[in-house]
């Protein structure tokens, strides 16, 4: 062999036995990635990793993940069902089990895993159930798997994953013999980016369209939905505290509801929502923290009427973002996996370091509002905000509600339609009708062109409509039609 030749084969040797290297390394960064992802999803309450088997090769691994979902409160629910007989022998036998899904996962690794993705890792995972819900998948589904996830880790420490769920129709118990329920589904795929240890991520996705109806002809259609967010943790030492936006929005809503036999004089009625968006966000602002939420329509009819544009708007604002995180973290503890069942709260007796923490985000003048709730009448819009923040409170404060009165600093606005009020207050509407007229008459509330207005506000101690005291006495003299 010319030493031509021994060089050309040392270099070949070489490339490999570095290409093998570098996968191998690859491969335990990988490894090392997916331990911390299971490590934070057991950080979760009532998530628990009851079984892992991972191998790993040279260019692929294999991962193998069994997690029980609810385990220890539905055991606990169990327990506390035999303990007081059951509701019936038959219901004795049939125990409440936890929900296990096993994540089967395939890994390329290797500086040339994924050519198309410039990946440095390629897995293919798919979602298996249990013997008890895989049969009523198999229905649903048959051949095909119900979930699956293709995920990519680059050589900057990011990631992105596709998750995806086939669609299906089947048939559904109806609510009387023979008016089976008919459920389509068009199936959904969600696109998720991760920045480097999980700081930041996005999340895109879409479901076609959900369809259910009757033989009867009742029917409900959304379609079009889309969702996207993106969140980034709030603190570094903070792994499940996130700030964000998350937007879900659904081109059409469409249904029929036709009348049955059990009021067959009633007609049916129909429902039409266009460009229905749903957000809501968790903003920094600061080392405070804002909670906004936001739903509304474009098109909303009820029986070809229109209401829309129609809106609802909350809010809470100026949270204390290291007290939120605090309340988050005592919350999930109280709840972990690690907490013996004896010692986790109930819903009517929350943890005591729960409380403490969250009376101790209120003495940061937290602030409520209904920011606007509104839809259209034949009298215009009706419309209604409210605000309500606590100055300067102490914890001490809320052992008396008198304590509080002074620290209260409220207002609302309302513009209500007075036709649909009084039709709404039925034999009593006469009753109701004086009361409003003596209202007005005060200067409490003023009358607009078929609309109710009034600006309330509970500031010191007092309160004010129209930036007038109430004064009952007074009020009680008037008494003519609107």
């Known amino acids: 062999m010319t030493l031509k030749k021994l060089v050309l084969a040392g270099s070949v040797v070489s490339v490999v036995v570095a290409y093998v290297a570098s996968a191998w390394l690859l491969g335990g960064q990988v490894e090392s990635a997916l331990n911390e992802r299971y490590a934070s999803a057991e950080r979760l309450p009532n998530v628990k990793i009851v079984k892992r088997e991972y191998h790993r090769g040279l260019l692929v691994s294999h991962d193998t993940v069994t997690v029980e979902l609810f385990g220890d409160a539905l055991r606990e629910l169990e327990e506390a069902r035999k303990a007081s007989g059951g509701k019936s022998p038959a219901a004795a036998n049939q125990p409440s089990e936890p929900l296990r899904l096993t994540v089967v996962s395939e890994i390329f690794h290797g500086p040339f895993a994924g ?7 390629v897995v293919d995972s798919d979602v298996r159930f249990d013997e008890r819900l895989a049969g009523e998948i198999a229905k649903l589904f048959g051949d095909r798997k119900p979930l699956t996830v293709h995920t990519a880790y680059r050589f900057d420490g990011s990631a992105s994953s596709a998750v995806s769920s086939p669609g299906f129709v089947t048939t559904l118990a109806g609510s009387e013999a023979g008016a089976p329920n008919k459920l389509s589904w068009d199936g959904i795929r969600i696109d998720f980016g991760f920045e480097s240890a999980a700081k930041r991520y996005t999340a895109r996705g879409d479901a076609p369209k959900l369809e259910i109806g009757d033989d009867k002809g009742s029917r409900v259609t959304l379609s079009g939905l889309h969702f996207e967010g993106e969140q980034q943790r709030v603190f570094d030492d903070e792994p ?9 929005t659904i081109e059409r809503i469409e249904g029929n509801f036709e009348a ?13 929502l266009e460009k229905v968006a749903y957000d809501i966000g968790l903003v920094p602002d600061g080392e405070f923290l804002d909670l906004v939420w ?11 009427r229109d209401y829309a544009p129609a809106r609802l708007e909350m809010s809470l604002k100026h949270l204390h973002a290291r007290t939120v995180a605090k309340l988050n973290r005592s919350i999930l503890d109280s709840y972990s996996n690690a907490t013996p069942a004896a010692q986790r709260p109930t819903a009517p007796a929350l943890d005591a ?10 003495v940061y003048d937290p602030q409520l509002g209904l920011d606007r709730i509104s839809f259209m009448s034949p009298d215009g819009e009706a419309r209604c905000s409210l605000s309500v923040k606590l100055k300067n409170a102490k914890v001490e404060d809320f052992a008396s509600p008198a304590l509080l009165v002074p620290r209260l600093d409220a207002s609302a606005e309302l513009a209500i339609p007075v036709a649909p009020l009084l039709a709404a207050s039925g034999e009593r509407a006469d009753q109701v009708q004086a009361i409003l007229s003596a209202l007005v008459q005060q200067g409490y509330v003023s009358h607009e062109g078929g609309l109710l207005r009034s600006r309330i506000v509970a500031r010191g101690g007092q309160i004010t409509f129209n930036g007038k005291a109430l004064d009952p006495a007074a009020m009680a003299g008037g008494a003519g039609a609107i």
Do not use: N
Request: proline share 4%; hydrophobic share 45%.
């Open 260 to 272: 049955t036999p059990d009021s067959p004089g009633k007609l049916g009625t129909s429902l039409l």
């Open 240 to 248: 499940l505290l996130f700030s964000g936006t998350q937007k879900l």
């Open 115 to 121: 050519f198309s993705e410039g990946a440095a890792a």
């Open 353 to 362: 370091r729960v409380v403490a923490t969250a009376m101790e985000l209120l």
């Open 294 to 304: 936001k739903t509304g329509a474009e098109v909303a009819q009820v029986d070809g």
